[in-house]
């Protein structure tokens, strides 16, 4: 399990940002095993089947474990957890590009969470009746005010592209959108050295981010620290 914990981490982090809740595993893992039961068939023995069920249950019991710090890092207040409404303040064009940046503010007023860079912040939306959800990183320092990300255009067929294309197509400036608090594992490894970046397309402006964290954090550790 020790060798899976990087990609299990970053799972539970989709997990929390989705609002993955200990009674949905129960229902997940009732219609896994089933399909699993009815793919395999006769091949599927009590013996067989009895440790696909604990191999779930061991994998279950890491992703609540670890979803229960996540969840408790938001504070005790249950109506801070989920998908709230923010307003879309400011809508800005990078780079003349087919990259837009949408700056979202709390409507109730109330706190904001922190985040580090290469964290995102999680969008629900509803289209046709079905919900969609896509996952944006942040592209400003934390101000404590609002968040801003960047949109971009896709060909609908994963769950970013299907909300990214929603917002920009029918949600403009004044427009409500259901934003869960800031969730990732991804970021600046501490104690580092050195740090190499490589990104392409809507990704440099995240990178960006990251590099200007870096600069102030050295900066902060005095002369002898090399930037």
């Excluded at 949905?24 to 599927?44: F, M, N, T």
């Excluded at 604990?54 to 801070?80: H, I, R, T």
């Amino acid at each position: 399990m020790d060798t899976l914990m990087p990609q299990m981490k970053r799972i539970s982090s989709k997990h929390r940002a989705l609002m993955v809740k200990p009674e949905h595993y129960p229902v997940v893992g009732k219609y896994l095993i089933q399909a699993i039961r009815e793919h395999l068939g006769s091949r599927a023995t009590p013996e067989l089947m009895e440790a696909w069920q604990a191999a779930y249950n061991a994998v279950v019991g890491v992703f609540m474990k670890l979803e229960k710090e996540m969840y408790s890092q938001l504070g005790d207040n249950e109506n801070e957890k989920g998908f709230l409404p923010y307003t879309i303040v400011e809508e800005d064009h990078i780079a003349s590009g087919p990259i837009v940046a949408l700056t979202l503010v709390r409507q109730d007023g109330g706190k904001l969470f922190s985040y580090r860079p290469g964290q995102y912040i999680s969008i629900r939306m509803e289209k046709d009746g079905v919900l969609h959800h896509g996952h944006y990183s942040m592209v400003e320092p934390f101000n404590g005010k609002n968040y801003t990300v960047a949109f971009k255009k896709g060909d609908n067929v994963d769950q970013n592209s299907i909300v990214s294309n929603e917002i920009l197509s029918s949600r403009k400036v004044g427009s409500t959108v259901l934003v869960s608090p800031p969730a990732g594992t991804f970021g600046l490894v501490e104690g580092a050295k050195n740090h190499l970046f490589i990104s392409g397309g809507i990704a440099t402006d995240i990178n960006q981010y990251s590099i200007n964290e870096r600069i102030l954090m050295l900066m902060d550790l005095g002369n002898n620290a090399e930037i």
